[in-house]
């Protein structure tokens, strides 16, 4: 099955300065990747999504970049901001339509530094 | 617009007593739906999946069991809670037209003593 694998697990960041969460993951076959915002108590906010056939995708502040060939794909968040302190996620999945299954990483806390 | 709840959002059970977790979604028709569950500090571990009435498939073998009585309706339960049960547990769906986008609710801690 899919293994995906998240870095770093914590990551403090100075307020205005932009952070990176890099992911691997092992089946080829894998062609969707979501990122999760986790606030305490709460449950995860897809934040920003990539599909297979493209590179790379912005909104905003954020960003997230996917190398096939390697099997990473990272989220940049520029400019951060003390909002942004929370535990993000990666996943992947195959697009098997009707038995979709996400994979997740172990997350990332990220905490921004006023 | 699709909403989605779940209850209730803290529970405290004694080992051995039974549990009861609902999951409804509202603003769209089969969906497929999920339990997950998240042990403290750590990632989401898939538990359950039904992609419709009556149907639901096992992620992982444990003390829990999931049934989905109606389209938009989830609920994850346990005859006997052991300890180890302890934990987040977060309901999610996606809906047939939105690709592969799953969005969760809110969860419910769990805490077994």
């Known amino acids: 099955g899919e293994n995906v694998e998240q870095h770093p697990s914590t990551l403090s960041v100075q307020e205005g300065d932009s952070a990176v969460i890099k992911c691997t993951y092992s089946?080829?076959?894998?062609?969707?990747f979501p990122w999760y915002k986790q606030e305490l108590g709460k449950g995860p906010q897809l934040i920003i999504d990539?599909?297979?056939?493209?590179g790379e995708k912005k909104d905003q502040r954020i960003a997230v970049t996917l190398n096939k060939t390697a099997k990473h794909f990272s989220l940049h968040i520029t400019e951060t901001q003390p909002e942004d302190s929370a535990v993000y996620f990666c996943?992947?999945?195959?697009?098997?339509?009707?038995?979709?299954?996400?994979?997740f990483g172990t997350g990332t806390r990220l905490t921004i530094i006023p | 617009s699709q909403t989605i709840h779940q209850w209730p959002a803290t529970l405290v059970q004694p080992v051995g007593s039974p549990l009861s977790l609902e999951c409804t979604v509202e603003g769209t028709s089969n969906p497929n739906l999920y339990w997950y569950r998240q042990a403290a500090g750590r990632g989401l571990q898939l538990l359950f999946y039904?992609?419709?009435?009556?149907?639901i498939s096992s992620e992982v073998p444990q003390n829990l069991s999931a049934s989905r009585p109606q389209d938009r309706q989830f609920i994850l339960s346990s005859k006997k809670l052991l300890l180890s049960d302890s934990g987040f547990y977060l309901c999610?769906?996606?809906?047939?037209?939105?690709?592969?986008?799953?969005?969760f609710g809110e969860g419910s801690w769990l805490t077994v003593v």
């Open positions: 039904s992609v419709g009435i009556g149907q």
């Open positions: 996943a992947a999945s195959t697009s098997n339509f009707g038995n979709e299954k996400l994979t």
């Open positions: 990539i599909r297979s056939n493209v």
């Open positions: 999610a769906w996606r809906g047939r037209r939105d690709g592969n986008t799953i969005y």
């Open positions: 089946d080829s076959a894998s062609n969707y």
